[in-house]
């Protein structure tokens, strides 16, 4: 059975401070990781990952893959309050199903 | 302005009622899917369209019907809806095959549903 899995499921810290969030899968087929953030609403993109190796930035955020552990790691760091939010992992395989880890729920407090 | 929109944002009704909750979108995508999310168990694939008239089923596909009849639509249809398909359910569309860098996914506003 296809799964996701994502670690910690809860995680609070404090303004300034880096974090790393964990998602490894077992996904036959796998084609793609992708990683979201949800806020009170829909999931927004942040990252598409499909080859090993390959760090993906976006401003303070950071994505890595891992094709042969089988894992991915987010990276923040200099969190801000605005980075509250659940983030969210999902494992595309090569016929288009989209299988979705439980998420991390991230608190950045002042 | 790049949008997917779902009808009716909220919604209850009643056990074994019909209904049909709509999705539409305005970027010429391919692909469409519909997940339902859960308190602890996160969002879960329920159907997804590669074309016009082409579906799969995904991890949770029982009790639920879709349709796509046009490019732009994929609506979500519930014969008799239960209790257990109260959830908050998301629409969402990307273009093309997941081979294409950057692929992004655009996510509708949800539409909660709670049956009665």
């Known amino acids: 059975e296809d799964k996701v899995v994502q670690s910690p499921l809860s995680l609070v810290v404090h303004e300034g401070d880096t974090v790393t969030l964990n998602c490894s899968y077992e996904?036959?087929?796998?084609?793609?990781l992708l990683w979201y953030k949800q806020e009170k609403k829909a999931p927004t993109f942040l990252f598409m990952l499909t080859s090993s190796g390959i760090e993906k930035k976006s401003g303070r955020l950071s994505s890595i893959l891992d094709k042969k552990e089988l894992f991915s790691i987010l990276n923040i760091t200099a969190t801000q309050t605005g980075d509250s939010a659940v983030y969210l992992c999902?494992?595309?395989?090569?016929?288009?199903?989209?299988?979705f880890g439980p998420g991390t729920s991230l608190s950045v407090i002042p | 302005e790049a949008q997917v929109t779902q009808n009716p944002r909220y919604l209850i009704t009643v056990t074994g009622k019909k209904l049909t909750v709509t999705c539409s979108q305005n970027m010429n995508h391919e692909y469409m899917s519909w997940y339902r999310q859960d308190p602890g168990l996160g969002l879960r694939q329920i159907y997804y369209s590669m074309n016009v008239e082409v579906t799969d089923k995904g991890d949770v596909p029982e009790g639920y019907k879709v349709s796509r009849k046009e490019k732009r639509n994929f609506p979500l249809i519930l014969e008799s809806p239960s209790p257990n398909q109260t959830s908050l359910y998301f629409c969402?569309?990307?273009?093309?095959?997941?081979?294409?860098?950057?692929?992004?996914?655009?996510f509708g506003p949800g539409t909660r549903l709670t049956v009665l």
């Open positions: 996904v036959t087929n796998f084609r793609s």
């Open positions: 969402a569309t990307h273009r093309g095959r997941v081979l294409v860098s950057n692929n992004e996914q655009f």
């Open positions: 999902a494992a595309k395989t090569s016929y288009d199903k989209v299988i």
